[in-house]
């Protein structure tokens, strides 16, 4: 088979959450953080034959991405990446030795609901660099949500907020930038209850779920 460049872009963005990664048979590819508060899995165009484990995905990426068109076969031990004479082979990892994400779903109950841009999440990692800030909070007071980039802990830090929606509900919910490694692009976003995000992309089935802070309040 040969590995579609959206593929190869949702793997690398996989390797930024975690660098080992479970390949289960079938077209889902999922993986979890290694402090288990991101959860990510996405429906892909491949099918892949059989469940093999990787330890060091970014590895994994360099020999997909060394040439174009390559054909990509997996064993019962190794994978290998050839084109024309050339052959890379890439031994898998025991399972024991990996961190690899749940079969099971997750499901989340829905407090509040709003939709961020292509455009409002560029700019949300961006105003995150520029102002060194190391949380994102999204709070609902006084019938008003506000999407806020700052530091909890230091009133005189530099910020940056946007309003983004209405609300009845009051709450304070706070995720570490960090955590905040979706692929930039548009989203449905849910706040649980149960003290997580949840990011499902707006036009493909690409989907994240991120912890809140320990401090948050729904």
Known sequence: ?????????????????????????????????????????????????????????NSLLALLTVMENQEVNFGEKS??????????EYFYASPSVIVAAPEKSIELDSHYEFTLSADDVQMIMKAA??????????????????LNIGDKKNDTANTYKKSIGDSE?????????????IIPDAYNVTISKKKAFQFKHATKAIEYFI???????V
């Open 79 to 88: 994978l290998t990446i050839s084109k024309g004479n050339g052959k890379f």
């Open 169 to 181: 509900h009051t709450f304070e919910c706070h995720m570490a930038v960090e955590n905040f490694k």
């Open 1 to 57: 088979m040969q590995i579609s460049k959206e593929t190869i872009d949702i793997l690398k963005n996989f390797a930024s959450i975690n660098s080992n990664l479970m390949i289960r048979k079938g077209k889902t590819l999922s993986t979890i953080s290694t402090g288990k508060n991101i959860f990510s899995k996405a429906d892909v165009t491949e099918e892949f034959p059989l469940e093999v484990a990787i330890y060091d995905l």
């Open 129 to 146: 660099a520029i102002t060194g800030a190391p949380t994102i909070t999204i709070s609902g007071k006084e019938g008003k949500v506000t």
């Open 211 to 217: 912890a809140m802070e320990p401090d948050s309040v």
